[in-house]
């Protein structure tokens, strides 16, 4: 079963910078795409950016030009770099992969959540 894990959250003053990891471990498979959403409290969770294995990304319109997203060739590690962020921004962010084991058997997976907190 292929497992993520999160790590980089923490506390950011506005206009600061972050930059959050995931790396994906566990058996054969192959990753088509990596994503990075995040929930802010009392609101629905929300796809922040996404990875092709073939290089290509998208955004949501509200953090276009201040995150980057990035990995290696495999998208077994993959970065969300932050720049400029708002307190808005505030949410728990998950990185959520999807892909085929070598067997062609599909998954989605989830990372546990690490929490971004933009406060002075």
């Known amino acids: 079963q292929v497992q993520l894990v999160e790590s980089g959250g923490g506390l950011v003053q506005p206009g600061g910078s972050m930059r959050l990891s995931c790396t994906a471990s566990?058996?054969?498979?192959?990753?088509?795409?990596m994503d990075w959403y995040r929930q802010a409290p009392g609101k629905e969770r929300e796809l922040v950016a996404r990875?092709?294995?073939?290089?290509?990304?998208n955004y949501a319109d509200s953090v276009k030009g201040r995150f980057t997203i990035s990995g290696d060739n495999a998208l077994n590690t993959v970065y969300l770099q932050m720049n400029s962020l708002k307190s808005e921004d505030t949410a728990v962010y998950y990185c959520?992969?999807?892909?085929?084991?070598?067997?062609?058997?599909?998954?989605?997976?989830w990372g546990q959540g690490t929490q971004v907190t933009v406060s002075s």
């Open positions: 990875m092709f294995s073939h290089g290509g990304t």
């Open positions: 959520c992969a999807v892909g085929a084991y070598t067997n062609f058997k599909s998954f989605i997976s």
């Open positions: 566990g058996g054969m498979f192959s990753i088509n795409a």
